[in-house]
């Protein structure tokens, strides 16, 4: 079994900046891609940013610029540094790692972080 956690949400203004971090541990032999998703009242689940196992990255067209996704394979942990965040950024950010294991291959998702932005 993998588990994932997540920290760094919070309510920020406008303008600011937050980092969220997520760590996975347990049966973990390989940790493919890991992403950030995120969902907002009343919308769907959306892809945010994500990051190959060989540090490719792909951002979600609304965020291109601002935020930035990185890893640390030593640390099983994926990072998303958002900066000039707006109130559109609202949402519960949760964190997804595709892992190889003792079971196969599974993606696995965080518990979720709240990021509030006030105008």
């Known amino acids: 079994q993998v588990q994932l956690v997540e920290s760094g949400g919070g309510l920020v203004q406008a303008g600011g900046s937050l980092r969220l971090s997520c760590a996975a541990s347990?049966?973990?032999?390989?940790?493919?891609?890991m992403g950030w998703y995120r969902q907002a009242p009343g919308k769907q689940r959306e892809l945010v940013a994500i990051?190959?196992?060989?540090?490719?990255?792909r951002y979600a067209d609304s965020v291109k610029g601002r935020f930035t996704i990185s890893r640390d394979n030593a640390r099983n942990t994926v990072y998303l540094q958002m900066t000039s965040l707006k109130p559109e950024d609202t949402a519960v950010y949760y964190c997804?790692?595709?892992?190889?294991?003792?079971?196969?291959?599974?993606?696995?998702w965080g518990q979720g972080t709240q990021v509030t932005v006030s105008s």
């Open positions: 997804m790692v595709d892992v190889q294991g003792p079971s196969g291959r599974n993606a696995y």
């Open positions: 347990g049966s973990i032999f390989v940790i493919n891609g």
């Open positions: 990051i190959t196992s060989g540090s490719s990255t």
